[in-house]
């Protein structure tokens, strides 16, 4: 029901954009969030979008990382500029009819997509 896309290797400095596309039919009354697990460490939401469009962010990657929604569309976006070789991590979408945190996230899971960023 969730499908996530646009991962792929880039070097430090560079951007990405990853879509997740939802094929539930009330996506525009969902909360959405994008979440990401690197390797040995514990899963993390990366930034969060509320259905009236208010958004938060992880504090390392504010500034640099952008998510948005196209309601019309379904999907969820993150853009992701000067990434970081932190930021090397398998991204997971996620979404949900409470906002999505931390310690909440959605019952809703797209399939990861791999995020590799070379120094």
């Not at 979008?49 to 962010?57: A, F, S």
């Amino acid at each position: 029901q969730l499908q996530a896309s646009g991962g792929g290797s880039v070097q430090a400095g560079g951007s990405l954009r990853l879509s997740c596309k939802s094929s539930i039919t009330i996506f525009r009354i969902m909360n959405m969030g994008w979440f990401r697990q690197a390797p040995g460490k514990e899963r993390e939401l990366v930034a969060a979008i509320t259905v009236g469009g208010n958004t938060n962010y992880l504090d390392s990657v504010k500034g640099r990382f952008t998510i948005s929604r196209d309601n019309g569309n379904k999907t969820v976006y993150l853009q992701m500029n000067n990434l970081k070789p932190e930021d090397t991590a398998v991204y997971y979408c996620n979404l949900g009819a409470m906002q999505v945190t931390m310690n909440q996230p959605g019952v809703y899971w797209g399939r990861g997509t791999l995020v590799t960023v070379s120094s």
